[in-house]
């Protein structure tokens, strides 16, 4: 598992948690981080944060879902799920 927050708190106490419920956490503060490693690493879940300060979760899962799938990266979906 991924988890992308930039609240140091937050995140550790998510981290924690999670970890705690026996999964594998890998923890990032940022969204350039968080692209680094799923493109690295290609994790089965992430947590992203939608309100990051250097690249937005929006954004980061529209790079990310679009380097995947050759969609639009400026592509804001409304509603969770698959993008157009």
Not at 11 to 40: D, F, K, P
Not at 62 to 72: F, K, S, T
Request: net charge negative; aromatic share 6%; proline share 7%.
């Amino acid at each position: 598992m991924l988890l992308v927050e930039d609240d140091a708190a937050t995140r550790e106490g998510y981290r924690q948690y999670l970890t705690g419920c026996g999964m594998a956490v890998t923890a990032v503060a940022n969204g350039y981080e968080a692209l680094v490693h799923a493109s690295s690493a290609a994790p089965q879940v992430i947590v992203l944060d939608l309100g990051l300060p250097d690249i937005d979760g929006w954004k980061s899962h529209a790079v990310e879902e679009g380097a995947q799938h050759g969609r639009d990266p400026d592509h804001r979906p409304d509603r969770f799920g698959p993008s157009p």
